[in-house]
């Protein structure tokens, strides 16, 4: 295990900012801090980099408790968000930095500046000056900068915060590339749930200084622990009811209706008890539309559209069923009905969440 967080309290005086927070990573994994501004993530990032001591609990960098160690004696790599180039020095400059400041073990550090600008698809702006860049650029050099010592790990604060969406993409998969050809571990920090599901091997979900959930993206959609993750990673139409078994099937009997929820994913619920107030979830691409007119089949409802927002690649539609509320459906572009239309909804059992 590369870095191993255990027990990490910090407080401000009667502010607790993180609240004993414990978890590992492997040697080139990518792992996720996803939470809302002010959840605790910089702390936790600025604890392990050295520049905050921890209230409680110790870091280990491979094995070793660095707790107590200055930054520059952790063979850690950071880009925050203020970590800007240094404006009077060229990129290649910029990049040796780091070497410098680390007592880089190498005869020259000219190769090594060579190899990080062929990594950061720079390999002819070596002599250009960080205002000559784009800000995509400029952020591919701070990230060579950070990782041109080989340091055990990089850490991320929000580096993709400020860039366009179609930058922002670009950036996602090119950070991603980038760690698949350097397997270099990443500890990344972000409220983005899109970055986190799009490039983490593991996301640890954080809320008011305390972790929520940890798991591979997949789990925490598909499975979020709680009703704060399943709210706050992707969108979803809840139900609450109460829970209610019907022989060997369960249902959320609301104050209008009753949602069958798939066996499995009430045993996987656990110990909650018949008639106990639940929240049901179902992911906007979960459920089914149809203009036939049926509603025989489970959870199937009528109702009528309100809304259609055509985003391109899919259509965001609003239904409005009495017995429900609000449920929101992706469908396929450009779908063959209108706002105004009866239509109906259908919500697959298995797809229910029980967070
Ligand atoms: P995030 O990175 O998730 O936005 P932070 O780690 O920056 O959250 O902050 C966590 C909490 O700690 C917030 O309530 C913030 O106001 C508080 N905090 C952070 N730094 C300080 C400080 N130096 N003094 C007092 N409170 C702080």
């Known amino acids: 295990m590369i870095l191993r967080v255990e027990g990490l309290v910090k407080r ?8 004993d927070i414990s978890f590992g990573i492997e040697g080139g994994d990518f792992v996720t801090l996803l939470g809302p501004s002010g959840c605790g993530k910089s702390t936790i990032l600025h604890t392990i980099a ?5 209230t409680e609990g110790n870091i280990y960098l491979r094995g070793e408790n660095v ?3 200055p930054p520059n004696k952790r063979n850690i790599g950071m880009s925050f968000q203020n970590t800007a180039l240094f404006p009077h020095m060229t990129v290649r400059e910029n990049i040796s930095y780091g070497l410098r400041m680390r007592d880089y073990d190498v005869q020259s550090y000219e190769n090594r500046v060579d190899e990080i600008l062929e990594l950061i698809d720079l390999p002819e702006h070596g002599e250009h000056n960080p205002s000559e860049l784009s800000g995509g650029q400029q952020q591919r050099v701070s990230l060579g900068r950070a990782i041109a010592f080989e340091p055990d790990i990089l850490l991320l604060d929000e580096p993709l915060t400020g860039l366009d969406r179609v930058l ?10 980038m760690q698949a050809e350097t397997d270099v571990t990443m500890l990344y920090v972000t409220h ?5 599901l799009s490039m983490s091997d593991k996301v640890i979900v954080l809320r008011d200084a305390k972790k929520q959930q940890e798991a591979d993206p997949k789990t925490i959609y598909e499975h979020p622990a709680n009703s704060f993750v399943a709210e706050f990673v992707g969108k979803s139409t809840k139900f ?4 209610k078994q019907n022989g060997n099937r369960a249902e959320i009997e609301t104050s209008d209706s009753k949602i069958a929820v798939d066996s499995e994913r009430y045993r996987s ?7 106990e107030p639940v929240t049901g979830y179902v992911r906007p691409e979960d459920v089914g539309i149809s203009t036939n007119g049926n509603t025989d089949g489970q959870n199937a409802f009528s109702g009528s559209v309100e809304e259609i927002l055509d985003m391109g690649d899919r259509s965001e539609v609003t239904v409005v069923v009495s017995e429900l509320g609000t449920v929101l459906v992706y469908t396929e572009r450009f779908p063959d009905f209108n706002e105004g239309d009866e239509i109906t909804v259908e919500i697959p059992d298995n797809k229910v969440m029980l967070p």
């Not at 922002?168 to 590339?177: A, P």
């Not at 609450?240 to 829970?243: A, D, F, M, N, T």
């Open 12 to 19: 401000y005086g009667d502010l607790v900012a993180v609240d």
């Open 50 to 54: 050295g520049f905050l001591e921890p």
């Open 67 to 69: 707790t107590e160690r």
């Open 168 to 177: 922002r993409e670009e950036m996602r998969s090119w950070l991603k590339q």
């Open 192 to 196: 983005d749930q899109a970055d986190a």
């Open 240 to 243: 609450e009811g109460q829970i």
């Open 269 to 275: 619920f656990g110990d909650q008890n018949e008639n």
